[in-house]
């Protein structure tokens, strides 16, 4: 349990005072006027919250959680903003502190009647009337606004919102005026979201380089064998290095990239062995080893430890590319526009088929498919292997020639088409369903049924005369469901495909990819990293004086996250790290000098930051008991909360909430049923030291002193919901847009 620092020890620092008893006529008393600065009463979507700001500024929502995401009506009340400036009140993003809200919810309204946020300026203001309500006395306002959980470009399920004041257009610079309070809607549960990203979103997922490996000459495909776990890499010659001949299959260990095999030669045309080029891989052999097509017009099979391939070679002409067959010990080889299926002990064809042009294909087994690629005539024609047979042709449009790829998705038997810069996506009945625009020339593609997606790499031009070349590659991570990108665009520095095309495989799970570059003549083993994503959140307690509080939080993230917990005084405005809280889990005595903090934990990987949404300590007297005038978690010393005589000073530190009352008085205007002279109109606020009491007045609890409103409870103003037509501000992108009446000129909110 981490102790409470500051606590003075028995018998030494300030008097204790004997605990105060409210009467019922004071309790309903202070329920009447506003929350304590900085503290949410409860968790309940009906309770109300509240929060400082950095010049005493009181914020108060009459709802702050299980919101109506549809839409609901919500009462914002302030007190002691500057009654020289004018604000916004609305719904935005809460960009933390020193940040500018935005966007905020809010339409183009050119009627002035919109009710998604509200403008308040000084009394006497050219603004005032039609567009904007004036702040009342001691700046004061009372508004009610329309918030909902999404629009004008706001989505708070994916970024932390909060009711927010803000400096009005002339003021846009001004962070002096922005004071914040978090809300959730409903089924938006306390972590739900996955917190608040601070500089990339919360659970993104990006890929970096790890290590490359140049033991393989000039890498031209890739396989990771799905049982032994090793890469398995086609390569052809580096020109560049004369002195050795780098053709063959290399077996590397995917750790490290060492090369535990090279199987340079394999049968010619004569049967004889000869130095070898591995070209295409089919696909795996069981246990281990791979069937693969090498120049020209040769199928041979190897495995990790051989000296030589074995082979066949097939008449006709060149093999332009090569899959898995229907029945064991058979491959489907195409040679141009011929698909057949051969034996791969005696390369005899047991069937052939001739298409109307193309030269490369993808096989489905799972759906007896073959989807073979016309690029340039623009179509896509589907084979079906039982009958061996055209069964359908598709167009693939800008096509103009360009050969990409054509790779099938296992799960779903989607086919996907490498055309140019674009991947175009069928699904199983030849239907396109989607186009994937990127920057690059599209390659080839892998997927991972395990977490459903698809790698893409793509190749530059390598044609520096294009302006829309850089000579970088990149690889694009997609959803095989939505389609929608599932990782950080990652650029492949020097991948172009002058000197042939890139060849990607993954390791399930997506946790390591590998992508080739024939140019640099490497392999590249990238590996996946997460920011931190919030999986449980603290909630909002409301404990006694001398209870132990305990809050949870835990995030999941690659590399593992590491945790500190924070802690702020003064309504979330300011935050400081709590004195060696660095677990997911922070134990401490509350006090009620903590009344009103506010705790947050903060996760950080080496990927980024990502904070849970701030909750509230509200913490009461014990009854019968007194106040230790301890501190919270963090450290700060401070005084008796309730003790009389006191001096007013930063409440949020242990002052008295009595602010500058006299020895003995009570906030309650007298202890138990005595006189009432107490007073609670002295200078010091509950938690920030500002200009107003609670309550404010003499006392209310059967003294003398009769019930009054003199120090400022919005209660008490005397303001009603205004419901004038209000405020054509529409506080979007990023800022707000300021619309006006034909009479009316306005500029625009930045």
């Not at 950095?54 to 959680?65: F, I, M, N, Y």
């Not at 302006?467 to 020097?494: I, K, M, R, W």
Request: glycine share 16%; proline share 6%.
């Amino acid at each position: 349990m981490t102790p409470t620092p500051g606590t003075p020890p028995a018998g030494t620092g300030r008097p204790r005072r004997p605990g105060r008893r409210l009467s019922a006529a004071a309790v309903a008393a202070l329920l009447l006027a506003a929350v304590p600065a900085g503290a949410a009463v409860s968790a309940d979507a009906s309770a109300p919250k509240s929060a400082t700001g950095p010049r005493g500024q009181k914020l108060t929502v009459s709802a702050g959680t299980g919101l109506d995401p549809a839409g609901q009506k919500i009462r914002v009340t302030g007190e002691g903003y500057g009654t020289t400036a004018g604000i916004y009140v609305a719904l935005c993003k809460d960009n933390g502190a020193n940040r500018v809200p935005s966007p905020c919810l809010g339409g183009a309204d050119m009627s002035g009647g919109s009710k998604n946020s509200q403008w308040i300026v000084p009394p006497g203001d050219p603004y005032e009337g039609e567009l904007a309500l004036p702040f009342g006395p001691g700046g004061t306002f009372d508004v009610e606004i329309e918030i909902k959980a999404e629009g004008d470009g706001l989505d708070c399920a994916d970024v932390p919102c909060s009711v927010v004041t803000r400096a009005d257009h002339r003021s846009s610079g001004d962070r002096s005026q922005d004071v914040r309070i978090p809300v959730t809607f409903a089924g938006q549960e306390p972590g739900e979201g996955g917190g608040e990203g601070v500089d990339v979103p919360a659970g993104t997922v990006s890929y970096k380089p790890a290590a490359e490996f140049t033991s393989a000459g000039k890498p031209l495909d890739l396989l990771l064998h799905p049982e032994s776990k090793k890469l398995y890499v086609g390569a052809d010659n580096l020109p560049d290095t004369a002195d050795v001949d780098e053709r063959g299959l290399y077996v590397l260990n995917p750790a490290d990239g060492k090369a535990e095999s090279w199987i340079s030669d394999a049968p010619g045309s004569t049967g004889a062995l000869r130095a070898s080029a591995a070209a295409r891989i089919s696909g795996p052999l069981p246990g281990d080893g791979v069937v693969y097509n090498y120049p020209l017009r040769g199928v041979g099979s190897a495995k990790a430890g051989d000296a030589a391939a074995s082979g066949v070679w097939l008449a006709g002409s060149t093999i332009t590319d090569i899959a898995p067959g229907t029945a064991a010990g058979t491959v489907l080889v195409a040679q141009g526009s011929k698909l057949s299926e051969i034996e791969t002990a005696t390369g005899a064809a047991t069937r052939s088929l001739t298409l109307p042009g193309g030269n490369q294909f993808a096989a489905d087994h799972e759906r007896d498919a073959v989807w073979f690629s016309d690029f340039a005539a623009g179509k896509l024609h589907r084979v079906d292997l039982d009958s061996f047979t055209v069964t359908g042709s598709f167009d693939l449009p800008g096509a103009d020639g360009m050969t990409g790829f054509t790779e099938t998705d296992p799960v779903s038997g989607a086919v996907w088409v490498g055309v140019n810069r674009s991947v175009l996506v069928f699904d199983a009945t030849g239907k396109l369903v989607k186009t994937l625009v990127g920057k690059d020339l599209a390659r080839d593609a892998a997927f991972d049924a395990e977490s459903g997606r698809a790698f893409v790499v793509r190749q530059d031009g390598g044609d520096l005369s294009d302006p829309a070349n850089d000579n970088n590659g990149t690889l694009t991570v997609y959803g095989t469901e939505d389609f929608a990108p599932a990782a950080e665009e990652l650029s492949l520095p020097g991948n172009h495909s002058q000197s042939g095309a890139a060849a990607v495989a993954v390791e399930p799970g997506g946790a390591t990819v590998f992508v080739s570059s024939p140019a640099e003549g490497k392999v590249t083993r990238l590996v996946r990293q997460v920011s931190p994503l919030v999986t449980q959140a603290p909630a909002d307690r409301s404990v006694k004086d001398g209870e132990e509080v305990s809050l949870t939080a835990r995030a999941e993230g690659t590399p593992e996250p590491s945790v500190r917990w924070q802690v702020s005084t003064d309504g979330a405005q300011t935050w400081r790290e709590v004195e060696g809280a660095a677990e997911p889990v922070l134990t401490f005595t509350a006090r009620t000098a903590q009344d009103g903090y506010r705790y947050r934990a903060e996760f950080r990987n080496d990927v980024g930051t990502t904070r849970t949404a701030p909750v509230t300590l509200t913490v009461t007297a014990a009854a019968g008991g007194t106040d230790t005038g301890g501190s919270d978690a963090s450290g700060g010393s401070g005084g008796a909360a309730n003790g009389g005589g006191d001096t007013g000073g930063d409440g949020s530190t242990g002052g008295d909430t009595t602010g500058g009352g006299t020895d003995g008085g009570s906030s309650a205007g007298g202890s138990d049923g005595g006189s009432g002279s107490g007073r609670a109109s002295g200078s010091g606020d509950s938690t920030a030291g500002g200009t107003g009491s609670t309550v404010g007045g003499g006392g209310v609890a059967g003294g003398s002193g009769a019930q009054t409103a003199s120090g400022g409870s919005l209660a008490a103003t005397g303001l009603t919901v205004i419901s004038v037509t209000l405020l054509a501000a529409a506080l979007v992108g990023g800022g707000a847009l300021l619309h006006h009446r034909a009479r009316r000129r306005t500029t625009g909110l930045a």
